[in-house]
């Protein structure tokens, strides 16, 4: 099976490099900067579960992409997904699946507006990393894994061929009957841990410790839970209970890479997480008052970002 990986940052290149490593067919999409940077110092994984070093991983730049490829892996973030859909369009055939990690589900409408709503699965991964000053990824606890399925919650030849391929490489995979479910789950979790913690600045623990802080944490997650109920998906009890229990955890040090982003000074994913969870619970009339501060604290965020740059 040929994988495309589009690019090869902290999780393509995280999840394209241990492909690699075990024997598989994979080529990274890049631009010419990453390509020369690959081609001088490898790709360089730094994980607590086994480091890996591939020198010249092979890698393709968008001009020279032809649709010859089985499986295209999509991780960007959901700020650069038109300029990602433009730059692999080449390598889509007759036979190609896209697999995407993003989180949210935004996403989903646009790639099957461009490519077909057959050509894609739905997925998600688990992984914190990053990338170091040297260009290596750091990988940043024990976690990491994908899961995907096809997004009707079928059975499928071409499922079973992709969990075979990406079995056996060093980290979890998970085929799923309810992709959009877990999706979806994921994506109430992420919103309300990024949405409190950005919005307070702080870990989970100092806000849980601030008059209110609990207050806020779980009305938050009540808004999320309550929009993706009016969705079809309303999180399952025992999920529920364990994101309660891990954003009420007191002294915990946990934050969201949003938070990290924002720190940085980085570009985030405010529309894609926050903004378009906002939107469809006006759609179902649903009470957002937290979610809408949240988002405008983000935005603000974005608007002065611009201006200093």
């Known amino acids: 099976m040929r994988i495309l990986v589009v690019g090869a940052g902290a999780v393509g290149g995280y999840f394209g490099g241990r492909l690699l490593a075990a024997g598989r067919d994979v080529h990274f999409l890049v631009r010419d900067q990453r390509a020369a940077l690959l081609a001088a110092n490898g790709l360089r994984i730094k994980s607590p579960v086994g480091d890996v070093t591939l020198s010249q991983p092979p890698t393709v730049l968008k001009q020279d992409l032809r649709a010859d490829y089985d499986l295209i892996v999509l991780s960007c973030k959901a700020y650069d997904l038109d300029d990602a859909i433009d730059s692999f369009a080449a390598a889509v055939g007759a036979q190609t699946v896209i697999l995407p990690l993003l989180n949210g589900m935004q996403h989903l409408d646009k790639l099957a507006q461009r490519f077909g709503g057959d050509k894609l699965l739905g997925g998600q991964c688990v992984i914190a990393s990053t990338i170091d000053a040297d260009g290596a990824i750091v990988h940043l606890n024990s976690f990491h894994g994908i899961t995907f399925g096809e997004r009707d919650g079928s059975t499928s030849a071409r499922l079973t061929a992709i969990e075979a391929e990406l079995n056996g490489a060093g980290f979890n995979v998970t085929a799923s009957t309810d992709i959009l479910q877990a999706m979806w789950e994921k994506w109430l979790m992420l919103a ?64 969201a890479s949003m938070f990290r982003d924002i720190n940085n000074g980085a570009r985030i994913e405010a529309d894609h997480i926050i903004g378009d969870l906002l939107q469809r619970g006006r759609a179902a009339q649903l009470q957002t008052d937290l979610l809408q501060l949240v988002y405008t604290h983000l935005k603000s965020y974005e608007h002065n970002r611009t201006l200093a740059h």
């Open 192 to 255: 309300s841990l990024a949405g409190s913690t950005t919005l307070m600045r702080s870990a989970i623990g100092p806000i849980l410790a601030a008059p209110g802080g609990l207050e806020f944490i779980t009305g938050l997650m009540q808004e999320c839970s309550a929009i993706a109920a009016a969705q079809g998906h309303a999180p399952a009890g025992p999920f529920y209970e364990r994101t309660r229990k891990m954003l009420t955890e007191p002294g915990s040090t946990l934050t």
